[in-house]
T-cell receptor, first 114, second 115 residues
Framework: AQSVAQPEDQVNVAEGNPLTVKCTYS??????LFWYVQYPNRGLQFLLK??????LVKGSYGFEAEFNKSQTSFHLKKPSALVSDSALYFC????????????FGSGTRLQVQP | NAGVTQTPKFRILKIGQSMTLQCTQD?????MYWYRQDPGMGLKLIYY???????DKGEVPNGYNVSRSTTEDFPLRLELAAPSQTSVYFC??????????????FGQGTRLTVV
């Protein structure tokens, strides 16, 4: 079965510093990977995806993610954190063809301090 | 576009009561999903549908039922509410694959408390 793991419940970073939110995956075949962000009392919003191609993918709000096949990782990054980036971040992997649902990690809360 | 719309936003149920969570999307997406989100647990798939008239179970279907009579609507039914069903419920839809794949579009959620 496919799965993703987010090893950190919370990440704290100072405003202006780079941030990394970690995600590792376990899939059979080629992975389709996604990052979503959830603000309080809101639904999940798409940030970026990796389907194929360049290992560094760029997404919304200045976020990017690095796909590493040998380490089965898909870490979310941003060069300079903003207080407004504080939210809950989810990594997800697309199911095999047929169901096309997403399997989510447990989420990582990002706290950016002023 | 409204995207994915869920109603109600909040609801308190007594044990044993039933209710239907409504979900509608206006993007003509074939695929629709219901997830529940429990604290620290991420999102778990309850049911999904690949098109009108076709539904199937996800990881946590017990205590729930769904129907998909139209492309737009995908209601989730709780027949006998239990405290274990206290959660935030998200409806989502998707269509494209490959480079046009944006994963899924989510509604804003329904916060359900069973007391």
């Amino acid at each position: 079965a496919q799965s993703v793991a987010q090893p950190e419940d919370q990440v704290n970073v100072a405003e202006g510093n780079p941030l990394t939110v970690k995600c590792t995956y376990s899939v059979s075949g080629n992975p389709y990977l996604f990052w979503y962000v959830q603000y309080p009392n809101r639904g999940l919003q798409f940030l970026l995806k990796y389907i194929t191609g360049d290992n560094l993918v760029k997404g919304s709000y200045g976020f990017e993610a690095e796909f590493n096949k040998s380490q089965t990782s898909f870490h979310l990054k941003k060069p300079s954190a903003l207080v407004s980036d504080s939210a809950l971040y989810f990594c997800a992997v697309r199911d095999p063809p047929g169901r096309r649902a997403l399997t989510f990690g447990s989420g990582t809360r990002l706290q950016v301090q002023p | 576009n409204a995207g994915v719309t869920q109603t109600p936003k909040f609801r308190i149920l007594k044990i044993g009561q039933s209710m239907t969570l409504q979900c509608t999307q206006d993007m003509n997406h074939n695929y629709m999903y219901w997830y529940r989100q429990d604290p620290g647990m991420g999102l778990k798939l309850i049911y999904y549908s690949v098109g009108a008239g076709i539904t199937d179970k996800g990881e946590v279907p017990n205590g729930y039922n769904v129907s998909r009579s139209t492309t737009e609507d995908f209601p989730l039914r709780l027949e006998l509410a239990a405290p274990s069903q206290t959660s935030v419920y998200f409806c989502a839809s998707s269509y494209s694959s490959g480079q046009g794949d944006y994963g899924a579009f989510f509604g804003q959620g329904t916060r359900l408390t069973v007391v």
